[in-house]
């Protein structure tokens, strides 16, 4: 195996993205599994391509080669995550592209799951095909956050969402707060949602909101029956709810929502990994929740949607965080900032 580096070949580079437009395809529908894609590539000339569609349905490669044909006999594969080495739902690709004489594999990056973990490349090289690993590594591995950091570490990659005014403020303090941002905002929000394996709120906004919290827009490219359901967690330490079909609230009627009623928000982020193999978790829920995932250093992302408005001193804060000095404040980086219908979106990395 050999690594590139900056220097990489332009020609990998250029059809590895075509790799990764491919399983951008895959991006709302495979959940729990990686978002993979793969092109096949015959002197110089794509001659299949392929993306992992759902759990349980054949992965990238699979369709690739099939759209190859014979033409993958010595043709170069080029994918975005290293070829599994193991059977499950279904067979090994690492096995799939020996047999279709594969003689040269372009990788994006590693796979982490302990079930690969190398083992996909081996079984390339014993083979004697050429693995080259390394070539647009970040750009293929910002598709799998989730997946790739629950690999590693067994916690989820956590985004945190919040909608709020210019001066910081999410609803009245009468509790109004619909809608302080545009329509285009929320629109933005149900591609969150769709990446999703689980979202948590709070019992406070499910009894102020009532809110749906599912993924229902027509425009993430796949039909929204399509997009696994995300798990709805309702933190609700004071048992102030309860799942009931005749309770007054959605979620509630909902059978595959959880409460969770302890303290500790790292035993519940682990317990979504483990037991129910949520890697993505979006947090929609009020000031309270949100500053005590700040505060406990559990964000990967926060994502806000700053409405051009002003709501005043006593509507509600958008983090419930109390500092006692400049020192001990929570600072990040801004990613990437743009408009988003009459808003502004930030998206903000922990420092």
Known sequence: MSIQNHAQDAQDRYFMMLAIEQAKQGL?????????????????????QGFHPKAGEPHAEVFA????????????????????????RTPPCALGLINAGIKRVVIAGLDPNP???GRG??????????VIVGVL???????????????RTQMPYVRLKIATSL????????????????AAAREDVQKLRAQSGAIITGSETVI???????????????????????IVVVLDRRQRLAHSPESSHQLCRRPNTLYWREDDLT??????????RCYDVLVEAGASVAGSFLSQQLVDKLIVYQAPCLLGAQAKPMVEFSPLSLAEQLRFSVSSHERVGSDLKLTLLPL
């Not at 109004?176 to 941002?181: F, Q």
């Not at 035993?267 to 129910?276: F, I």
Request: net charge negative.
């Open 65 to 88: 080669l099939k759209e190859a044909g014979m033409k993958a006999v010595g043709a170069t594969a080029y994918v975005t995550l290293e070829p599994c080495s193991h059977t499950g």
């Open 115 to 117: 079930q690969v973990a």
């Open 208 to 230: 102020a909101d009532d809110p749906q919290l599912n993924v229902r827009s027509s425009q993430l490219g796949v039909p929204p029956e399509q997009v696994p359901a995300p």
């Open 267 to 276: 035993a519940l982020l682990k317990n979504l990994v483990s037991e129910h």
């Open 167 to 182: 001066d910081g403020r999410t609803a009245m303090a009468s509790g109004e707060s619909k809608w302080i941002t545009s």
């Open 28 to 48: 709302y529908t495979t959940r729990p599994n990686p978002a993979v894609g793969c092109v096949i590539v015959q002197a110089g000339e794509v001659v299949g």
């Open 121 to 130: 490349i081996t079984l390339l090289e014993q083979a004697s095909i050429e």
């Open 137 to 151: 590594t970040a750009q293929a591995e910002a598709l799998n956050r989730g997946f790739l950091k629950a690999m």
